[in-house]
């Protein structure tokens, strides 16, 4: 895929209404990852629990952050497993929670340095590979947060994985790697490539995009926001990308291949 049909996708993604509310309501100040949060220790600690929360569990997601929030570090990390795991209980799936929790805060006391030293790519694979429960996803959410929305990383999810980026033509991916893969595809598209022309047009100028010319958090945000309004209902024949790039075949396919693994 070159620049330009990149290009062409992003500009008629940000285009849909559902899409653009939830833009403005997530690029400045992120539901997931706030930025009230200064401490970066408490938000490699918050990345990790952001997986696996849908929209329909913001509110409560939010209160557990808030709450976690007015603890510091040193707090948080001196509490037993029974305060943490009632801290976050909220949240479901609290034991394996826990576990990435643990299992972040060692990471922390061991490789602090590397956390401020290290490339992006170089702490993502870190995190990956030493924290328990942050697999490839995960970490690339950890690195994000902790380094700012514009510190070009492009995470991407298991939908984008599965489902969004090869019906537009990226290659397919069974692997957990495939998340970082396709993660630094899309930020080689994204660089250097000047998005103000569509961003002003579709009505987004008011945002604080900090560099048109490498908008990886905006672009993000058009990719995973396109894919729960549109790729996850799994109707080809409402997709507006169809009559540009002819996606009909390969969304039917992935929705013959869901039915198989779910049958």
């Given at each position: 895929?070159t620049k330009e049909e990149f290009k062409k996708i992003i500009d008629i993604c940000s285009k849909q209404s559902e899409v653009k ?6 690029h400045d100040d992120n539901l997931w990852w706030p930025l009230e949060v200064k401490d970066y220790r408490k938000r490699l600690l ?17 209160n557990v952050i808030n709450h976690l929030n007015h603890y510091s570090y040193e707090e948080i990390e001196n509490m037993t497993k ?182």
């Amino acid at each position: 895929m070159t620049k330009e049909e990149f290009k062409k996708i992003i500009d008629i993604c940000s285009k849909q209404s559902e899409v653009k509310v939830a833009i403005k309501r997530n690029h400045d100040d992120n539901l997931w990852w706030p930025l009230e949060v200064k401490d970066y220790r408490k938000r490699l600690l918050i990345a990790g629990l952001s997986t696996r929360i849908s929209y329909n569990m913001i509110h409560v997601y939010q209160n557990v952050i808030n709450h976690l929030n007015h603890y510091s570090y040193e707090e948080i990390e001196n509490m037993t497993k029974e305060e943490l795991v009632d801290l976050i209980k909220d949240l479901g799936l609290s034991n394996a929670r826990y576990r990435y929790l643990s299992s972040m805060m060692q990471f922390i006391k061991v490789f602090d340095k590397e956390i401020k030293t290290l490339s992006n790519d170089e702490l993502i694979h870190l995190i990956a590979e030493q924290v328990e429960g942050a697999s490839y996803k995960v970490a690339q959410c950890c690195v994000l947060y902790v380094r700012g929305y514009y510190s070009g990383i492009m995470p991407v999810d298991s939908g984008m994985k599965d489902i969004e980026l090869p019906c537009l033509g990226f290659s397919e991916y069974k692997n957990a790697l495939g998340h970082d893969i396709l993660r630094k595809q899309l930020e080689d598209l994204v660089k250097d490539n000047d998005m103000e022309d569509i961003i002003k047009k579709n009505g987004y100028e008011d945002l604080q995009i900090e560099d048109y010319r490498n908008a990886t958090w905006w672009c993000h945000l058009v990719l995973i926001y396109y894919k729960r309004y549109f790729c996850n209902k799994h109707h080809p024949s409402t997709c507006p990308l169809d009559d540009v790039i002819h996606i009909q075949s390969r969304c039917q396919k992935k929705q013959k291949d869901l039915r198989r693994k779910n049958s």
